[in-house]
Nanobody, 125 residues
Framework: HVQLVESGGGSVQTGGSLTLSCTVS????????MGWFRQAPGKEREAVAG???????TYADSVKGRFTLTKDNAKNTLDLQMNSLTPEDTAMYYC????????????????????WGQGTQVTVS
């Protein structure tokens, strides 16, 4: 039974930092894509950052230079270091694991990934 557990969300002031962490359990392979996605109230879910099975990382333009994605294959974790946060970053953040194709690593649709976490709230004021 595969589980994704997210942690690290919270409230922070503009300009502050947070690190989100996603831990995957129950999945035997270490070579799989993962991503962080977010959904703000009244908006569609959007990709934040993704890493494909070869380790190539892609960032949304809105977070380039501010967010850093790190995958630890030994620990099955995916961390998202978020710096210089703004109110526009306020959203529920979701971790996803095992996309059906590396081309889907930044695809926000439910069908692109096999597993999704429950989400962790990030609020920037």
């Amino acid at each position: 039974h595969v589980q994704l557990v997210e942690s690290g969300g919270g409230s922070v002031q503009t300009g502050g930092s947070l690190t989100l962490s996603c831990t995957v359990s129950g999945y035997t392979s270490s070579r799989y894509c993962m991503g962080w996605f977010r959904q703000a109230p009244g908006k569609e879910r959007e990709a934040v950052a993704g890493i494909d099975s070869d380790g190539m990382i892609t960032y949304a333009d809105s977070v380039k230079g501010r967010f850093t994605l790190t995958k630890d294959n030994a620990k099955n974790t995916l961390d998202l270091q978020m710096n210089s946060l703004t109110p526009e970053d306020t959203a529920m953040y979701y971790c996803a694991a095992v996309c059906y194709s590396d081309y889907d690593a930044m695809d926000e649709h439910d069908y692109s990934y096999s597993y999704w976490g429950q989400g962790t709230q990030v609020t920037v004021s």
